[in-house]
């Protein structure tokens, strides 16, 4: 696994600074699950180590300030903007923790959260979101949503599937279609990066790898780091805990999914945990076999360098 590397600030420091933060691991409803008392939630009660809903926070720092665009705003959004690290040297509170927002689809785990712009919390003001047309049709028709679009609280931005787009000065973005379940507009993925920096490529949520246009090795092989579906370890896991057969709520298996990357495992970090897999688990046999195939779990508050490959600060 690489190292993602220190990433503080000089104060003669003129380039852009840019860095992902993870800001949620699990599954929709996150860990623990309400409602379940599985041996994966009970310690995570007991520990009191809570995974959030699957998301992401792309920080630009340059000599102006720091800007952050959301990958997905979900339910536990406003737990997930205190992960968000603040720039040396910032004093006093922030109106608005971010500036923009990708979404990758439409289910609650990752569109929830957009409901805290609203007058009632935020009362934010044209905060961009970027979604496809289909999303942004969904948003724009359907209450609550629309209200935050008629209010001005959001700005829909639609993006289409293989075009380049910057939601933040000099930070590129690239959204592509995915596989899923989709009973709202549709869903994709994101790789983005720093320009002339790093990539990262972000999929969440999907039914399985062979609807991707591109295939999955060649996209983790053109991306520094890779954030994935793990939301089920195996095919046994759902079926053992709650009853649920996989093909209910289909996911590409972990186990699936590093025969296929086999090789590029350095830069794969699984994600969107189910309160099932025994990945919630950092102390977990399979925790630790995945670590010596080289690759990594998410974590509340990982950081991600997207800096230049030339190994200058």
């Known amino acids: 696994m690489k190292n993602s590397g220190s990433l503080s600030d000089g104060g003669a420091r003129t380039r852009p600074r840019c860095f992902a933060v993870v ?34 926070a792309l920080v630009m720092r340059t000599a102006k300030g720091q800007s952050v665009v959301l990958v997905d705003a979900g ?51 044209e905060v961009p979101v970027f979604c496809t047309a289909a999303v942004a049709e969904v948003l724009a028709s359907n209450a609550p949503w629309s209200l935050l679009v008629t209010r001005g609280n959001i700005l829909l931005k639609r993006v289409a599937p293989g075009e380049r787009f910057e939601p933040l000065p000099g930070l590129w973005a690239e959204a592509f279609s995915v596989p899923h379940r989709d009973e709202f507009g549709d869903t994709v993925g ?57 093909s209910d709520v289909p996911h590409p298996p972990v186990t699936d999914t590093l025969g296929l990357l086999n090789g590029l495992l350095n830069r794969v970090i699984f994600t969107h945990l189910n309160h099932t897999n025994p990945l919630v688990r950092p102390d977990s046999p399979q925790t630790a076999q995945l670590a010596l195939r080289g690759a990594a779990v998410a974590a509340e508050g990982m950081r991600l360098d997207l800096c230049r490959r030339d190994g200058e600060d």
């Open 190 to 246: 994101y790789v983005a990066g720093l320009s002339g920096g790093k990539s990262v490529l972000y999929i969440p949520d999907a039914d399985n790898w062979r609807g991707l246009a591109t295939p999955l090795a060649e996209m983790v092989r053109k991306s520094d780091w890779a954030l994935l579906d793990g939301t089920f370890f195996d095919q046994r896991e759902l079926a053992s805990v709650t009853g649920r057969d996989l």
């Open 75 to 125: 339910p536990d959004l406003r737990r997930q903007v205190r992960l968000i690290p603040q720039p040396p040297g910032h004093a006093g509170p922030r109106r608005m923790p971010f500036d923009a927002v990708m979404l990758t689809h439409l289910h609650m785990g990752h569109c929830a959260g957009l409901l805290e712009l609203g007058p009632e919390v935020l009362d934010a003001r």
């Open 23 to 56: 800001t949620g691991s699990a599954q929709d409803g996150g860990v623990p699950h309400m409602g379940c008392n599985c041996a994966h939630c009970r310690a995570s009660r007991q520990s009191r180590r809570h995974r959030l809903a699957a998301s992401l």
